[in-house]
Structure formats: C-alpha cells, structure tokens
C-alpha cells in the first residue's frame, strides 16, 4: 500500500483553488447558513466577550454572514476586519455586507496562518468552522494571540466528531470509498480535526490563551428534504469535489445518488434535519 505525504503547501493550494470556485454558491446559500450556524455565531461573539464599539478580527471569514453578525455587535461605532485565503468569497461578503448597509466591516485576503495585521490591534479574534482546515493549526493560534489586545479574547467554532455530524460524515465516507481514499493521518486538516473534546481547547493553552471554556451545542441542518442537504454540499464544499475529482461523471453521479439515499434516513414528517455538533472555544490572552 503506497503512503502518500501530506504536502501542506499543495493542500492550501487546493483550498484556496475550491473556495476560488465555490465562492458565488456558498454566498447564495447565505440564509440557510444564518439560519443554521446564526444561533451558535451567537454564542461564540458572547465567548469572545464582543461589545458594542470593540475592533474584531474575522479569520476565515467566507461570505461575511458572522461577519455581519459581529457587526451587528459593534454596531456604528465598532470595526470589523473580515479575512479569508479566497479573493472571490471576499468579494462576496464586501457584496454583501454593502448591500445590508455594514459600513463598519473591512475586507482582506490573508492567510490565516500569515496574519498581517499589527500586534495588540483587536479585541476579539473569531473563526468560525475555518481553523479546523488550516495545516498549522498552532500557528494560526500563535498569530491570533499577537494580533490581540491583553485582555482580549479569542473564540471558534468547529465541529464535533464524524459520529455527531451526520449531515457532512456519511457524504464523506461515500465519497472516500468510492473514490478509494486513505483516511487523513492523525493531525491533519479537515472538517472533525478539532473535533474531540478538549482537542482545541489544549492548543489554545499550549499558544498561551487563559480562562479557556468550551461549550458543545447541538446544531441540526434543516431544510426542507434530503435532496436540498445534498444541492447545498454538491453546490457548496468544494472539499468534497476534490475528492471526487479521480472519477468520472457517471460515477461522480452514481455516488451523488448513493449519499441522497443515505441522508433520506434524516427525512421526517416535517423535512430534513441533519445531524450537527458543533464545539464553541474561546480563550483569553
């Protein structure tokens, strides 16, 4: 069995080049992600201790939804500097943080690992599920440590274990069969990477964050059937079509089939409700 070498640099590359094209579908889904991630953006802006008039850097922000979520927070007076690895998805969330009238959010591409901004600058560092894909982890944690105030806080949202996140595991493990993929070695990128308890909490200690705390919040994907949960992934998480890239279109689409028929298991009398956990982190410097 040959073992491939997880190259980090081709890996962010990747990243950047699927965020690049999913860019317009991910901002279009921007009302289901409010309504599913909303109440646990929530959460993590109380962890961050975000107040009315505080500066808040966003890493990873995608389309800006928690972005604009933070600025609700702010309000006029306050700052937000929403970052993202991807050009395109930024373009999206200026898009539309103009067209709901945010003139308080800034945009930047940056790496997250690469933070450019000046030391002891913001008040509150978030993330939400963007440090779970990021190679070094640490030194993500270490640049968001320099890049606050003493006394600020950092919070993230990640998800939990494959177990707890039916919505996302059972299209992967499809995925990963058909196309004959290993399963990521311990310590690399990917969706539950961070996701067994204590894991991000440790790494938040280890880069020098204090009065750490972490709540676990129960964040079902409702939409009206299974076929929707697969639109919005198939549209969306360009993960999992670089996964599939080593196929081609019929069984690309016979493993599309496949993962439909296995989230129909969510259907209820009402619609669908796929399962998500998702960990909210927060630590202080």
């Known amino acids: 069995m040959t073992i491939t070498q997880f190259d980090p640099v081709a890996y962010k590359r990747a990243t950047t080049r699927q965020w690049q094209n999913a860019a317009k579908a991910w901002s279009g889904w921007g009302e289901t992600l409010r309504e599913w991630l909303g109440p646990a953006t929530e959460i993590m802006i109380d962890s961050a201790e975000i107040r009315e ?3 808040v850097l ?4 995608g389309a800006g939804d928690q972005s604009m979520q933070v600025a609700d927070r702010v309000g ?4 937000v500097l929403a970052t993202d690895i991807s050009s395109n998805i930024l373009d999206h969330a200026a898009a539309n943080a103009r067209a709901n009238g945010y ?8 790496d997250g690992e690469e933070l450019m901004t000046a030391p002891e600058r913001f008040d509150a560092v978030v993330s939400r599920v963007g440090l779970i894909y990021f190679p070094d982890q640490m030194k993500a944690l270490a640049g968001i ?6 006394g600020g806080w950092f919070s993230a949202i990640v998800y939990s274990t494959p177990e707890r996140n039916g919505f996302f595991s059972i299209p992967v493990g499809i995925i990963r069969k058909a196309a004959d993929l ?5 310590g690399q990128p990917g969706p539950f990477s961070l996701g067994q308890p204590g894991v991000l909490a440790a790494l938040l200690a280890q880069a020098g964050f204090t009065n750490i705390r972490e709540r676990t919040i ?7 059937r299974a076929s929707d949960c697969v639109r919005f992934e198939r549209e969306s998480f360009g993960a999992l079509h670089e996964m599939l890239k080593g196929l081609g279109a019929e069984e690309q689409a016979n493993v599309w089939a496949e993962i439909e028929t296995a989230l129909q298991t969510f259907e209820n009398g009402t619609g669908f409700s ?12």
């Open 58 to 61: 966003d890493v990873a922000a």
């Open 182 to 186: 290993p399963t990521p070695a311990k």
């Open 53 to 55: 008039g505080a500066s």
């Open 145 to 150: 440590h320099r890049a606050l105030k003493p």
């Open 76 to 79: 006029a007076d306050g700052y």
């Open 274 to 285: 796929g399962p998500c956990e998702l960990i909210v982190v927060a630590g202080q410097k």
């Open 218 to 224: 129960d964040a079902p994907l409702n939409l009206p």
């Open 103 to 110: 003139g308080q959010i800034d945009f930047q591409v940056m």
